[in-house]
């Protein structure tokens, strides 16, 4: 008898930490470092971070594009359009203003852009095109 009491006082502390716990847990999607992104833009530097799996990380500080421009804040996926171009397609943990594009195309600097396109430095986009599979961007 007293080990089934004991068993029942256990599961009630731990349903009770377990409670506790998910109530203080963040309300946005929690990323880490090299865990969820093999590549981060810092907009406000103009700086791309390419994480290879293997090495060590490589920063290229973008100084010939001129973007209009500006990506939400998350994790977006890279991903190729219907023309089989590079994009970038924003999960539903990626939160857009209203009005948002759920996808951005991704360009070499210099090249004739439109509305909703990013101009990356060719060596960044060959990368991207090449090595990544999402994109941290961050102001």
């Known amino acids: 008898m007293f080990t089934s009491q004991l068993a029942a006082a256990i599961a009630g502390v731990a349903i009770g930490l377990g409670a ?21 833009l810092l907009q406000g530097a103009r700086t791309w971070r390419l994480q290879p799996i293997a090495g060590d990380d490589v920063d290229v500080v973008d100084v010939t594009c001129i973007n209009r421009q500006h990506v939400p804040r998350g994790i977006w996926l890279v991903s190729r359009d219907a023309d089989g171009r590079p994009q970038l397609i924003a999960p539903s943990s990626t939160r857009l203003p209203p009005g948002y594009p759920q996808q951005i195309a991704l360009r070499q600097c210099g090249e004739v852009a439109q509305d909703n396109t ?6 960044v986009l060959a990368w991207l095109e090449a090595n990544v599979n999402s994109v941290l961007v961050d102001e």
């Open 20 to 40: 506790l716990a998910s109530a203080n847990l963040p309300n946005e999607s929690v990323y880490f470092e090299s865990g969820q992104y093999s590549a981060s």
């Open 118 to 123: 990013l101009g990356v430095p060719p060596i």
